[in-house]
């Protein structure tokens, strides 16, 4: 063994000792996700190959193909999800430069409000909006009372209560990484711009905002997949009309125990966000969803 | 690139900027030169960057007048004052390439295209980038990010260059070229330029002239030669280079120490208390025959330092005061150097003997 070996194999078992060490860190984590994750999803698979006389089949596909009303829900999931995450860009981004700007005090103030719903449960939220919006809720009675309009609105049990709905709980994941991204973009940048010749419209457009599309694209693709799967709030503000993929599924199991056509759906719509998720990785890296930044 | 024609000389005038109870500036009054390189010293806090940042618009002065050239300019937003400005950090766009960012000031003034590239490509050169244009920001070293910021601040041609301590990120060697370089390249496009530096060995080496500031106040505003042989109080001296001060007293039109008449080829400043500036290096270890042009100083040796290229002695006086010397070691001198508790006479000859008032203005 010449001297520059000296150590070298006892060096290189410490450093693999350290990588299992590191593993070992992380096994409950993985052990749960096998757990909840790949059995389910292995068995969801399984399932939504098998017929109704109980043999491998692809029936399950072939319905989602042949029949009108299965298209008809993919559109109107895929409409909803739109829709939202473009609202949710249009109130969320001037929002989120607004609190960029703030003081540190007064943003961690903002942002605390914009976190707030979070604290109370899904289902409230959504029954709030119902009772606010419906024909005899506060919204009609007060604009009918100050004059605004004289018939009641139908606000609720149709896309516009779906969407009111869906933007305000899907909010504050548009919020979080855009300011996030907004603010680790250093003032300097923009005074440099400034200093260089640009109006500040001119350094908003230039500097400002294509630094802080990483983060934009972020909180679009989470607030769009999060939609694609969404059950509750459609299902209550929706009223039935707006029948999205995730009421189906409830529907064939609780209304027609077809557990098949259930799990081909949850399959297609796996598949979907996934791709997606694959396009959009290709784009930017995933990991700005979860921290913002550049 | 002929900023020569166009460089803009710079008037400011009382100009106060008040944060709370800080005095940031405390009304500064200043003429920057046509084509001049003056240089904003002073030490941490003082109030240099937010001096600059008046003059390029992005902190608004409680009061005050600035004009370029014949123009007021106190009120104009600072992407309408054309003046060109390298920042601390650099503030290179990171979603740009080198290119992209040197072009980006040609961008917003509708340069056509092919000009464009023309002139990017030209100031790359001028710093010494050329064929870096297709580089990203990520991919450039601190000394070359610098440049990069610097060619994107003078590609426009503006006829004021302002900079914020462009060298301090830099390393000893690389500062040293970058200071000679940006000194070329002033004299080559010969815009007014306002430098900010904290460090005066780089203040000395660049500047047409140098402004101590302290405290939001401007001490002095001189050549780098008279700033350092003739500082107008006791802050300029003490914060530029070395020196020892002794305590003299005013007598008839010259001043005397400890009972002596001193002699001396300067004027003596007005106000009560004097003081006598003794710079280390001017000092002389004297043996022999004593020279008639020269302030003779009994002294004792307290202290005795090896620094390499030089030594540095410490001897006190009578009276009580200390002076450092330092001299430089050749041929073996440092062996042969008074010990200390040594008995030596110190000369000081009349032309660096200079008398400053005590105090700050
Ligand atoms: N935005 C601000 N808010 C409050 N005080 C400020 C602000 N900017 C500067 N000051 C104060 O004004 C004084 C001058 O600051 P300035 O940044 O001009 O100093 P400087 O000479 O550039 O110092 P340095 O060499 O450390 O960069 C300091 O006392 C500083 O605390
Ligand atoms: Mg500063």
Not at chain 1, 248 to 271: D, P, Q, R, T, Y
Not at chain 2, 106 to 118: C, G, M, Y
Not at chain 2, 205 to 219: E, K, Q, W, Y
């Amino acid at each position: 063994m010449s001297v520059t070996d000296l150590h070298a194999a006892g060096l290189r078992r410490d450093e693999r000792l350290e990588r299992w060490k590191l593993f070992g860190l992380a096994s409950p984590a993985i052990l749960l996700v096998l757990v909840v994750l790949v059995i389910p999803v292995g068995w969801l698979f399984y399932v939504s190959f098998v017929g109704a006389d109980g043999n491998f089949s692809l029936e399950n596909y072939e319905r989602m193909v042949s029949r009108k009303s299965y298209l008809r829900i993919f559109v109107t999931t895929f409409q909803v999800s739109i829709l939202t995450t473009a609202l949710c860009i249009v109130i969320g981004y001037p929002l989120a430069y607004f609190i960029s700007q703030l003081p540190t005090r007064w943003a961690n103030l903002c942002l605390v409000t914009v976190l707030l719903p979070f604290w109370t449960s899904l289902l409230v939220r959504t029954y709030a909006w119902l009772v606010l919006l419906q024909k005899q809720g506060l919204v009609n009675q007060w604009a009918i009372s100050l004059g605004l309009w004289d018939e009641p609105l139908k606000f609720v049990h149709n896309m516009t209560g779906t969407l009111i709905g869906m933007v305000h709980i899907m909010l504050p994941f548009l919020i979080l990484p855009v300011y996030g991204a907004m603010r680790a973009i250093d003032k300097d940048y923009l005074k440099a711009a400034s200093n260089l010749g640009a109006s500040p419209r001119r350094a908003f457009w230039t500097v400002f905002f294509p630094l802080s599309t990483p983060g934009l694209f972020a909180g679009s693709l989470m607030v769009f997949v999060l939609c694609l799967g969404f059950f509750v709030t459609p299902a209550v503000l929706g009223g039935g009309r707006v029948i999205m993929v995730s009421m189906k599924i409830v529907s064939n199991i609780e209304l027609f125990v077809n557990w098949g056509a259930a799990s081909s759906l949850g399959v297609v719509l796996l598949v979907l966000t996934v791709i997606i998720l694959w396009i959009a990785s290709r784009f930017t890296r995933l990991e700005q969803m979860a921290g913002g930044g550049h | 690139m002929t900023a020569k024609t166009g460089a803009l000389p710079i008037t400011v005038r009382d100009v106060t900027k008040t944060y709370g109870s800080v005095h940031a500036l405390d009304g500064v009054s200043l003429n920057v030169k046509s084509g001049e390189f003056l240089t904003l010293l002073g030490p941490s806090g003082s109030g240099k960057t937010t001096l600059l940042m008046v003059l390029a618009g992005f902190t608004r002065p409680d009061c005050g007048s600035l004009k370029f050239g014949e123009d007021e300019m106190i009120r104009t937003p600072p992407h309408l004052r054309g003046v060109g400005m390298v920042f601390q950090n650099y503030a290179l766009f990171p979603h740009m390439t080198v290119a992209g960012n040197v072009g980006y000031p040609l961008k917003l003034r509708n340069v056509p295209k092919a000009e464009a590239r023309d002139r990017i490509d030209r100031a790359l050169e001028l710093v010494q980038l050329g064929g870096y244009g297709d580089r990203g920001i990520d991919q450039l070293s601190g000394g070359q990010k610098q440049r990069v910021a610097l060619a994107r601040s003078i590609v426009f041609e503006p006829r004021i260059l302002l900079m914020d301590e462009p060298l301090s990120a830099l390393d000893k060697k690389l500062r040293d070229r970058m200071q000679i370089e940006l000194r070329h390249l002033h004299e080559q496009l010969g815009m007014t330029t306002v430098y900010v530096t904290h460090d005066q060995r780089e203040a000395l080496t660049m500047s047409d002239r140098i402004a101590v500031v302290n405290r939001g106040r401007i001490m002095q505003l001189a050549e780098p030669q008279q700033l350092y042989d003739r500082p107008a109080n006791k802050f300029v001296a003490d914060f530029i280079g070395d020196s020892s001060f002794l305590p003299v007293a005013r007598e008839g039109a010259g001043v005397s120490f400890a009972g002596a008449t001193l002699l001396m080829d300067g004027a003596v400043p007005e106000g009560n208390d004097l003081l006598l500036m003794v710079r280390p290096e001017r000092v002389r270890l004297l043996t022999g025959d004593l020279p008639g042009d020269t302030n003779i100083f009994d002294a004792k040796v307290t202290e005795l330092v090896y620094q390499g290229e030089s030594y540095l002695l410490y001897a006190r006086l009578p009276e009580g005061s200390e002076i450092a010397v330092r001299g430089a070691i050749r041929e073996g001198t440092f062996g042969k150097l008074p010990q200390v508790g040594d008995a030596v006479k110190l000369g000081l000859h009349k032309a660096d003997t200079v008398v400053i008032a005590d105090g700050e203005r």
